[in-house]
Structures are given as C-alpha cells and as structure tokens.
C-alpha cells in the first residue's frame, strides 16, 4: 500500500507563498495522478489540484491563478506552491493518490499550514 | 461551476440504515465516490464508481447514483460508523466535493 508524507513550513505569513511537499513510499509515482487537498477547521474538503507522473497538472479554477504543481520522480515526491497567501489558506493540506478508479485511495496524514499576519 | 449538495447533518440509532444523500445537476451521468472521515484523521475512501467497495470496507457500506442523486447506505449503522462523510465526483477534469454530512449514531 502506497504511504504519502506531507512535510513544509506549518507557518506562513501572509502575502508570501506556502511550499508543501509530499513524498510518496511503498510503491511507484510513475502512472499516477497525486493530488492536493485542503481543508479549514471544522468545514469541509478542497481539491487544489493534480499532477501526473509525466508533469501533467489540472488545477480547481479558483486557485488557479496562484497554484503551481511540480512533480521529481526521481526523489518521489511531488510539491505545491500557493503564492500570495491570506489567512483564508490557513488549512489543513493533505496529498492524495488518484487510483484509476477516479478515486482518492491513498492519503497523507495532511499537515495544517497556518498563515500569519 | 458544479455543485454538489449534501445535509449537513443526520442522526440514526445503532442498528438503524443510514442513507446519505448527495445532489448535483445530472449526477447520475458521472462516477460518485464517497469518503468517511474520522475527527484528526485523513479521509477514507468506503465507495468508488458509485457502487464499488474497496477492500476492507465493511460490507454494510453500499451505494448507488442516478439521477441527480447519489446516495450512501449503512445498514445496521454502528457506533463506529460515526463521522463526517463527504461524496465526490468529477466536472470534466475538476474534483468537486460535497459539503458533508455529519453522521451521528445515537
């Protein structure tokens, strides 16, 4: 079973950007789509984006402007970037598998990134 | 854009079926997937491609989509089963997520 680890700055001030990454373990990054997801305290989840194993990304239309995916199969990781951060992107970020059957198989733990003003 | 509608909350007694529902436009023409998630933990997957249990996922856990409505059934709903369950599913090549619906086993 394939294991993902969040890991990046957990504070960020506002108007800078948040850097995330997530290592994949326990398997191949090759063929996948990985995804971020985040979520604010006590609301629900958001789809930030995904990226393939090729480079590949889609991105949610609201982000869009200020999200950029990046993907090092080499080290098996994949990276998020959201710049200009206010303290609506404080969350809880989690990184997640896209299995072939269009769902979410595999989640980080998610790290809760907070932004400061 | 896409939206999809879930009750934000629903209460059933131990032993009871629970049916959570999720509406969208044409719902029933896509794939729906639906998540359990436990306070502090990540989001688990219970059913995918509507109908579909992973592995490892009680078999309780059933599903179905047509319409504009999907819908997750827990039968003989136990304590255990208590969380937030979100549903899922694709407009073209963007992830849309429900709200949620807080499940309470009372």
């Known amino acids: 079973q394939v294991q993902l680890q969040e890991s990046g700055p957990r504070l960020v001030k506002s108007s800078e950007t948040l850097s995330l990454t997530c290592t994949v373990s326990g398997g191949s990054i090759s063929s996948s789509y990985w995804n971020w997801v985040r979520q604010p305290a006590g609301k629900g989840l958001e789809w930030i984006g995904r990226?393939?194993?090729?480079?590949?990304?889609n991105y949610n239309p609201s982000l869009k402007s200020r999200v950029t995916m990046s993907v090092d199969t080499s080290k098996k990781q994949f990276s998020l970037k959201l710049t200009s951060v206010t303290a609506a992107d404080t969350a809880v970020y989690y990184c997640?598998?896209?299995?072939?059957?269009?769902?979410?198989?595999?989640w980080g733990q998610g790290t809760l990134v907070t932004v400061s003003s | 854009s896409y939206e999809l509608t879930q009750p934000p909350s629903l209460s059933v007694s131990p032993g009871q079926t629970a049916s959570l529902t999720c509406s969208g436009d044409k719902l029933g023409d896509k794939y729906a997937s639906w998540y359990q998630q436990k306070p502090g933990q990540p989001p688990v997957v219970v059913i995918y491609q509507d109908t579909k249990r992973p592995s490892g996922i009680p078999e309780r856990f059933s599903g179905s989509n047509s319409g504009n409505t999907a819908t997750l059934t827990i039968a003989g709903t136990q304590s255990v089963d208590e969380a937030d369950y979100y549903c899922q599913a694709w407009d073209s090549i963007t992830v849309i997520f429900g709200g949620g619906t807080k499940l309470t086993v009372l």
């Open positions: 997640a598998r896209e299995g072939f059957t269009e769902a979410f198989d595999s």
């Open positions: 990226i393939y194993s090729s480079g590949n990304t």
